[in-house]
């Protein structure tokens, strides 16, 4: 199995040459346009740019629909409470249930905010390596160490989930179709024997885990690694004028968004 969630497309598309803090900072001005837009056509005219950005940078369906897939139902029951608790216009009824108008078109509304925001944080994981955006996460976070933040630290144990995530998501494939070899069987009814055949499939994965934070250590302790200390990086971020242009955008359409809203 081939983990999807997150991961780095390269390429040589304009998102990909943008330093890491344009695209976090764009993310999060984008974000507060997409919760402030005041209707459903605005909403998704900004929506449309995400979709752009999907075609600019090359991306396959396939991988957007593995980045969405997860969130599917969530949004799914999002739309159905919407349509359930507010009043309105009748449009369906499931026994006692009532599905009004108006609360589809708010359900849809909240799922259009959520689904645009996903595909603008995928472009943003899409077109990052981890590396580069740790190091962008790390250089915004700077101004907390005057809280005593522990910057260092922080992106560093984002970075390891990053890299380990997809690690320990392929050992746990591998575990269970060696088990499943075995005659192993998740589809056991009965919440007592799915625990019992969980069990062989829990203990490995856990054991396999302990030993790569062993080996992880070690590694550590070979390259003389020390928490608290500053470490420097062997390239420099340095923001273009296309970082500043992309900041422009992004916060002009946060402006516009706002201004829609309370006119």
């Known amino acids: 199995m081939t983990f999807e969630l997150g991961r780095y497309v390269p390429g040589e598309s304009l998102l990909h040459r943008l330093d890491p803090r344009s695209k976090i900072g764009g993310l999060f001005l984008y974000g507060i346009a997409l919760l402030a837009a005041p209707e459903a056509g605005s909403l998704f005219a900004l929506g449309s740019l ?17 980045q969405v897939k997860p969130v599917l139902v969530f949004l799914l029951i999002v739309v159905a409470l919407q349509a359930i608790l507010t009043p309105g216009t009748p449009v369906g009824r499931i ?5 009004t108008r108006e609360g589809l078109e708010l359900g849809l509304v909240a799922t259009g905010r959520v689904g645009f925001l996903l595909v603008a944080a995928v472009l943003l994981t899409a077109t990052t390596t981890p590396l580069a955006l740790a190091r962008g996460i790390q250089y915004l976070l700077r101004p907390t160490a005057a809280l005593r933040v522990p910057v260092e630290e922080v992106t560093f ?24 070899a075995r005659g192993l069987s998740l589809e056991r009814r009965g919440l007592i024997g799915w625990g019992k055949n969980l069990l062989p499939f829990l203990i490995p994965l856990f054991v396999g885990t302990l030993k790569r934070a062993e080996d992880l250590a070690q590694a550590m ?17 340095k923001m273009a004028w296309q970082d500043y242009a992309f900041l422009v955008l992004c916060g002009t359409l946060s402006c516009l968004a706002l201004a829609l809203r309370w006119i």
């Open 50 to 66: 995400s979709l752009a950005g999907v075609l600019l940078v090359r991306l396959s369906w396939r991988y957007l629909w593995q």
């Open 221 to 237: 302790e070979a390259r003389c690694y020390q928490p608290g200390r500053r470490r420097g990086s062997l390239e420099q971020l």
């Open 95 to 99: 026994g006692p249930l009532v599905a």
């Open 157 to 180: 144990m984002f970075t390891l989930a990053l890299r380990f995530v997809p690690t320990l998501v392929e050992e746990a494939d591998r575990i269970l179709k060696a088990q499943a």
